[in-house]
Structure formats: structure tokens, C-alpha cells
């Protein structure tokens, strides 16, 4: 699910750019809004994206009883 998190890792990106590009920087509230969440999701989505995948310690083993 690596590629999941590439494109939340953008999402976010295009969420701190938004107000620029769209013009509507001048509603404070909205902005910081759209910047603080686009900077929270890119950074879950990027440490998420660069974890090691060994998650084999995570799924149960079958047939160990």
C-alpha cells in the first residue's frame, strides 16, 4: 500500500498550495486550515511511505499450535 501513501504524501502537498492557486488566500481561517492539514497529512504519508515493509511479524503464523 506504498503507492496509497505516495498520493496522500501529494494530496497533502496539493492542500498547502491550494489557497495560492486558488485564490483564496485571503480567508485566513481557510488557509491556515488547508495548510496545517496538508502539512500533518504529507508528513504521515511520507513517514509511512519510507517505513520498511517487513510487517511479517505483524500477521499470525499458521499452523505454529
Known amino acids: ?3 496509497l501513501s505516495w498520493v496522500n504524501f ?18 485566513s481561517l481557510a488557509t491556515w486550515n488547508s495548510v496545517i492539514v496538508g502539512i500533518v497529512i504529507a ?13 511479517q511479524h505483524l500477521q499470525p ?4 499450535h
Open 1 to 3: 500500500m506504498k503507492g
Open 10 to 27: 501529494v494530496l497533502g502537498l496539493w492542500l498547502i498550495i491550494a489557497p495560492f492557486v486558488l485564490h483564496y488566500r485571503e480567508v
Open 43 to 55: 508528513i504521515l504519508a511520507i513517514a509511512r511511505a519510507l517505513e520498511s515493509s517487513d510487517v
Open 61 to 64: 503464523h499458521h499452523g505454529a
